[in-house]
């Protein structure tokens, strides 16, 4: 298999957009499903949405800011 062959790269980023997105998708699901303080769930929706990596940054950062019940 020849890891620098044009196809290869495609299929890589390809799956690594993919991924990228999953991430924002599965983090605005469950910031919406969720209970925050004040505006902290509208302003997570918008750093997952418009910062890149907003997914990932929101499930490392934001989950602990939820409100416990």
Same mark, same amino acid.
């Given at each position: 298999?020849?890891?620098?062959?044009?196809?290869?790269? =495609?299929?890589?980023?390809?799956?690594?957009? %993919?991924?990228?997105?999953?991430?924002? *998708?599965?983090? &605005?699901?469950?910031?919406?499903?969720?209970?925050?303080?004040?505006?902290?769930? =509208?302003?997570?929706?918008?750093?997952?949405? %418009?910062?890149?990596?907003?997914?990932? *940054?929101?499930? &490392?950062?934001?989950?602990?800011?939820?409100?416990?019940?």
């Amino acid at each position: 298999m020849n890891y620098l062959s044009p196809s290869f790269g =495609l299929v890589f980023w390809q799956i690594m957009v %993919f991924s990228f997105w999953l991430f924002m *998708i599965f983090a &605005i699901i469950d910031i919406v499903r969720s209970k925050f303080e004040g505006n902290h769930k =509208l302003i997570w929706v918008l750093v997952t949405i %418009f910062v890149p990596f907003g997914g990932l *940054i929101y499930f &490392i950062f934001g989950r602990k800011n939820k409100v416990k019940e």
